[in-house]
């Protein structure tokens, strides 16, 4: 089963970009399509990015208009999204989180193991 932790949160100003980090431990992380969601403050959780497992293919929200890119290091055990030109509406707690039926979802019920989670805030 595999664990995971999000990192490199924080709070930044309209127009500037961050790098989000997902390490994962005590699993074969090559097993799994690997996804980022976020879920501001009163909203549903949403899909924001997904890799396959050997990040061949990405899938994105529409809502990212470019801005953002999913990659992934497996011999490092990690993902990132690298988000550009943030917005004050991209505030929200980011997920990263795991499939092992390897779906490319975009759909949280899909996706088995979901880190805690780093917190974004975007100020005007």
């Known amino acids: 089963q595999v664990q995971l932790a999000e990192s490199g949160g924080g709070l930044v100003q309209a127009g500037g970009s961050l790098r989000l980090s997902c390490a994962a431990s005590?699993?074969?992380?090559?097993?799994?399509?690997m996804g980022w969601f976020r879920q501001a403050s009163g909203k549903e959780r949403e899909f924001v990015a997904a890799i396959r497992w050997n990040g061949v293919e990405t899938r994105y929200a529409a809502f990212e208009e470019g801005r953002f890119t999913i990659s992934r290091h497996n011999a490092k055990n990690s993902m990132y999204l690298q988000m550009n030109s943030l917005k004050p509406e991209d505030t929200a707690v980011y997920y990263c989180?795991?499939?092992?039926?390897?779906?490319?979802?975009?759909?949280?019920?899909?996706?088995?193991?979901w880190g805690q989670g780093t917190q974004v805030t975007i100020s005007s």
């Open positions: 989180a795991a499939d092992d039926r390897r779906l490319l979802s975009s759909r949280v019920s899909d996706y088995n193991y």
């Open positions: 005590g699993g074969t992380f090559s097993r799994y399509d």
